[in-house]
């Protein structure tokens, strides 16, 4: 009978361990993702794809580490979007330290349920601006701004943050260190890592877009990233404006490459690669058609003025051209969606130069003696194999030729130099022999000048 019992409790003992594995390991997962890149269609893609696998998986919560100088409007509502319809708690860490919430950073922000900060972080400067970086025209301005307006005030308000900074985040480009982004209730913690930000945030109730309210356990909870797909991965390469601009010369460059010399192959191919990529790219990226056109444009007067009569001033314009279809590559409402002043100076600068090189070149090239077809004889020296009395062979070249002496008699042994061609008889003209032997150290010196020429083909010797 004990030993009935004792066997009874053994079996209790493994079954509640095993219950409570089982129940541990259903515990709800922190799902979290790092988002430390510009906003735009592709990284918006990335946040959104994450949180629909975090509601898929019924997480506690859904972290995005977030530091961003800004971004594409467009991308950000889609974020926000998706932040407010949410049905699991959505949290936005600004971090590590040094980080911050930029511009479109803001909004992205205020849209969590719970809105945390690191020390050391910042966020501000919401004020929407053209794709070149200026401020936008004044009409157009006070459209975008109220609209702008209008959407911050409705992110605050839905979060039961402080509508009135966010404003001025918007009007006046305001932005705040963490402390005084919790004192003014624009975020609601400040926390020093993951664990902390789990451990305050635990016990916090957040309604959810259904209308439900539950209370976050999130304090020792199991936390996994979220990884990029590749995809996801090489499109946020790819779709930055710089490397999108590398991409396109590059492109460019290789195709105009492969048509200067037929058969190259590697240009041809590495110009197709390149301009594939730039496409995919475009595809995310608010690309300007115009930009595009002006940097082709360019390249197209580059080319016109190597066979203009006068160069330069096609030059000109095609530098003039380049310059600022590069500027406004991109239409975007925030300064960093475009290519970097440094990236469009140098790049301006080494096109130019290379055309410029290709220019010279040409000019050159049509003072340079001819390296092919008969003309190519003009000026070379041989030696006479049959006596000139005027007409004889020579030795040019490495063959023989017949030949005509403007000056005979010139006898065997003797160098001439040809003047000129006519069919397959050489016109040539004595000249000293290109070495002379002196004593026996046998030294030799070249003859650069024409000397007198002697009446005997004697050795000179001392």
């Known amino acids: 009978m004990r030993n009935g019992r004792f066997w009874g409790v053994v079996v209790l003992l493994f079954a509640s361990i095993i219950v409570g594995v089982q129940a541990d390991s259903k515990k709800p997962v922190v799902y979290y993702i790092p988002f430390r890149e510009i906003v735009h269609r592709a990284s918006a893609d990335y946040l959104i794809r994450a949180l629909q696998e975090a509601q898929a998986k019924r997480a506690a919560a859904f972290v995005v580490l977030l530091d961003t100088p800004g971004g594409e409007l467009q991308a950000t509502r889609d974020i926000t979007m998706a932040l407010l319809n ?22 992205i922000t205020i849209a969590a349920h719970i809105a945390v900060m690191a020390p050391g972080t910042n966020i501000g400067a919401a004020t929407p601006v053209s794709g070149d970086g200026e401020d936008i025209p004044k009409d157009l301005k006070r459209k975008v701004m109220n609209d702008t307006i209008a959407y911050a005030r409705t992110l605050a308000r ?17 932005s705040i260190p963490e402390e005084e982004a919790r004192r003014y209730k624009v975020i609601d913690l400040i926390a020093t890592d993951m664990g902390d930000l789990l451990r305050q945030i635990d016990g916090r109730k957040v309604k959810l877009s259904n209308g439900a309210t539950i209370t976050l356990r999130t304090r020792n909870a199991p936390t996994q990233e979220i990884p990029k797909t590749w995809r996801e991965a090489l499109l946020t390469f790819l779709a930055h404006p710089n490397v999108f601009y590398i991409l396109m010369l590059l492109g460019v460059y290789g195709l105009l490459f492969e048509l200067q010399n037929p058969g190259a192959t590697l240009p041809g191919v590495v110009g197709i690669i390149s301009l594939l990529l730039a496409l995919y790219a475009a595809s995310v990226l608010p690309l300007n058609a115009l930009g595009v056109a002006l940097i082709l444009l360019a390249f197209a007067l580059f080319i016109a003025d190597l066979f203009a009569p006068s160069h330069g001033i096609l030059t000109a314009g095609a530098i003039v051209s380049f310059a600022i279809g590069s500027l406004i590559l991109f239409q975007a409402d925030s300064p960093v969606l475009r290519v970097s002043l440094w990236l469009v100076g140098t790049m301006t600068a080494l096109t130019t130069g290379l055309f410029v090189w290709i220019a010279y070149s040409g000019v050159r090239a049509q003072f340079r003696r001819k390296e092919s077809g008969w003309e190519r004889l003009i000026g070379q020296v041989g030696r006479v194999r049959a006596k000139l009395a005027p007409e004889g062979m020579v030795f040019v070249d490495g ?23 006519e069919g397959l008889t050489l016109y040539v003209r004595w000249v000293p022999s290109p070495t002379a032997s002196i004593n026996h150290n046998k030294v030799e010196q070249t003859v650069s000048s024409p000397a007198e020429r002697p009446s005997t083909t004697e050795e000179v010797t001392t």
């Open 399 to 421: 063959a023989l030729w017949r030949a005509i002496a403007l000056d005979p008699p010139i006898e065997e042994g003797e160098y001439v130099q040809v003047e000129r061609v």
């Open 158 to 174: 839905q979060r039961g943050r402080n509508e009135e900074w966010v404003v001025k985040a918007v009007t006046e480009a305001a």
């Open 86 to 107: 949410s049905n699991v708690p959505t949290v936005v860490y600004v971090s590590p330290s040094g980080a911050r919430a930029g511009s479109a950073g803001v909004f």
